[in-house]
């Protein structure tokens, strides 16, 4: 379950996330009547074992105060969206809080509270109840926020949304061990760090100021990727994330087709690809040339790829005695039948691979550091798939 946003994003202008200037407001405090009109799911908590409310939604109240929470410990649902609040302190207070929105704030630190936890270092007579956070989704979008600190004191939580903030370096989650959804996009991060050895499944990193995806080569477990409207251009280090089937480069600066042609080895999962708005896309027959190597395609940029458009990417670069099969065709069609001027020709007869004699420095456009890194990692691939043989 995923929380959306109410109200509208913030302008992003020069690659900066921009919102109102002013970030104090005049606001209303949470009252019991408003509480009352926000209550939903009357149930018997899983914890408890009691009955209560168990969700409270008060989004778009010009909230400024939410102290009045602490009276409500049993809540596990909490909507506090679209209002003015700067301080999320009062939800230590709240120890079975599961999913929380607080997304459109004007909140500047991430999580930063802590929940009483009962354990061989922090033991008391009545703590056995305490057990730390529990929240597992938590939405902060359009917020304040410009430093990550160590979210370690919220073990559990499985899905952070932090898009439209003003976070330039990635920290703070190297013990969020059940996190599978990720969301960093539109804000000011130029490397890709901090994410090592995670579970995360979805990771968006759209519209930041990021030159190179070195820093992904440990997620194993990713499969769904978006670096769309960053600088890249240079996508070789995607090859050792093997389970993607979803990939979001759109709007980047990669320049050569044949880049793709480093993914194919690996990744036999890869089902979609977004490539609109980069320079290799205005070559003659770019769909044909990346449906071409990367034969497990479904989808491309907008379009689902058909057995037709399977079948020209095959004819294009079919070869016999240096024609292509496409040549061939047309030349055995005008032989048998020469007063036929029907035959109708999907592509052009002189098309050429301009790619085909480009180096890996040039193909790639990359430094001699990422070049050794990328054929370190492709060394490593190569010596498991060895030692997989064997055993």
Known sequence: MEFEDEVAAPVEANGVVMKDDAVQHSGAALTKELVEKGFHSLGKHPILQKHAYLGLNVPSLQLTNI?????????????????????????????????????????TDCLNFKLPLCDENNMWADGHNSIGSMLT???????YISILNDLSHHAYIECLLLSKNYISKINGFSN?????????????????????????????LEGNNIKSLTGLESLSRLTVLNVAKNNVSNIAPL?????????????NNVATIRQTELLAPNMEYLSYLYAEGNPFCSKMNYRLRI??????????????????????????????????????????????LPDD????????????????????????????????????????????????TLF
């Open 239 to 251: 090859s050792a994330c093997t389970r993607l089937e979803s990939v979001d480069i759109r709007y």
């Open 176 to 204: 969020l061990q059940f996190l599978k959804v990720l969301d960093l996009s539109y804000n000011n991060i130029q490397v890709i760090e901090g994410l090592d050895n995670l579970n995360i499944n979805e990771l968006n």
């Open 137 to 143: 989704l938590v939405n902060l979008s359009s917020n």
């Open 67 to 107: 102290s009045y929470l602490s009276n409500y410990k049993n809540l596990m649902y909490l909507d506090i969206s679209n209002n003015k609040i700067e301080s999320l302190t009062v939800l230590s207070e709240l120890p079975m809080l599961v999913q929380l929105n607080a997304s459109n704030n004007n909140i």
């Open 291 to 336: 449906i071409h190597r990367l034969p497990t395609l479904v989808h491309l940029d907008a379009t689902v790829i058909s057995p037709d458009e399977k079948i020209r990417a095959s004819n294009l670069y079919n070869s016999n005695n240096g024609f292509s099969d496409i040549q061939m065709r047309a030349e055995t069609h005008h032989k048998n």
């Open 341 to 388: 001027n029907n035959f109708i020709l999907f592509e052009r007869l002189d098309f050429v691979d301009d790619e085909m004699k480009l180096t890996m420095e040039e193909l790639l456009y990359v430094t001699q550091e990422e070049k050794q890194s990328f054929l370190k990692q492709s060394a490593n691939n190569i010596a498991a798939q060895f030692t997989s």
